[in-house]
């Protein structure tokens, strides 16, 4: 069965700090990625996704950005967090083509920036 | 501009009775519509997808209904329980390839014992 992995799982940072959030799948291969910010009380903004190894496409600008350096490994980073980057950080995988179009989220990382 | 609207924030019903909740969108063509369920500090965790062509899909005790005239789909749990109370995100189809879907900002359910 396939399996979705985050790291940390809670992280308190300071404004101006990196940041480099880390998120794996297991069971599954050559997955879509996904990477969504949820801030308290709003829904699920879609920051990142990956069609493939090295293929990453932004959907919002900001100072984040995102790697995917392995096929079953997607990086979330940023060289100067924010306030505004405080929020629930989630990572999502799903299969490509024929009926797999949902998607199964990891346990999320709540990112405090102080 | 695009926009997808749950129907409320919040809403509240008596055990056994069943819920319905609704997701409205404009200016989308979305190949399918999914609904997820998402616990507090938990990531959501899909339910059921209905793709443009469908009327109607059920699970179990959860029946979702998608209306591409109206722009709409409804959500529907029969026979509600206390375990059931969640928040409950629409999500469309928002790429036409590449699997990538816009969700709605959700409707808080609480099922009243």
């Known amino acids: 069965s396939q399996t979705i992995h985050q790291w940390p799982a809670t992280l308190v940072q300071p404004v101006g700090s990196p940041l480099s959030l880390e998120c794996t799948v297991e069971?599954?291969?050559?997955?879509?990625l996904y990477w969504y910010r949820q801030a308290a009380g709003r829904g699920l903004q879609l920051l990142f996704y990956?069609?493939?190894?090295?293929?990453i496409s932004s959907e919002v600008p900001q100072n984040l950005s995102a790697s995917r350096p392995q096929d079953r490994q997607f990086i979330l980073s940023s060289k100067k967090l924010l306030l505004s980057d405080s929020g629930f950080y989630l990572c999502?995988?799903?299969?490509?083509?024929?009926?797999?179009?949902?998607?199964?989220f990891g346990p999320g990382t709540r990112l405090t920036v102080t | 501009s695009q926009k997808i609207e749950q129907n409320s924030e919040a809403l509240n019903i008596q055990e056994g009775k069943t819920a319905t909740l609704t997701c409205n969108y404009t200016?989308?063509?979305?190949?399918?519509l999914q609904w997820y369920r998402q616990d507090p500090g938990r990531g959501p965790v899909f339910l059921l997808l209905?793709?443009?062509?469908?009327k109607e899909k059920r699970k179990e005790r959860l029946k979702v209904t998608f209306d591409t005239t109206l722009k709409q789909s409804l959500f529907h749990i029969t026979a509600s329980q206390p375990a059931d109370s969640a928040t409950y995100l629409c999500?469309?189809?928002?790429?036409?390839?590449?699997?990538?879907?816009?969700f709605g900002t959700g409707t808080k359910l609480q099922v009243i014992p």
């Open positions: 999502a995988w799903s299969g490509r083509g024929g009926k797999g179009y949902e998607q199964y």
């Open positions: 069971g599954t291969s050559n997955p879509n």
């Open positions: 209905i793709r443009e062509n469908e």
């Open positions: 990956s069609v493939g190894i090295g293929q």
């Open positions: 999500a469309l189809d928002a790429s036409g390839g590449y699997q990538k879907v816009t």
């Open positions: 200016n989308y063509s979305p190949a399918y």
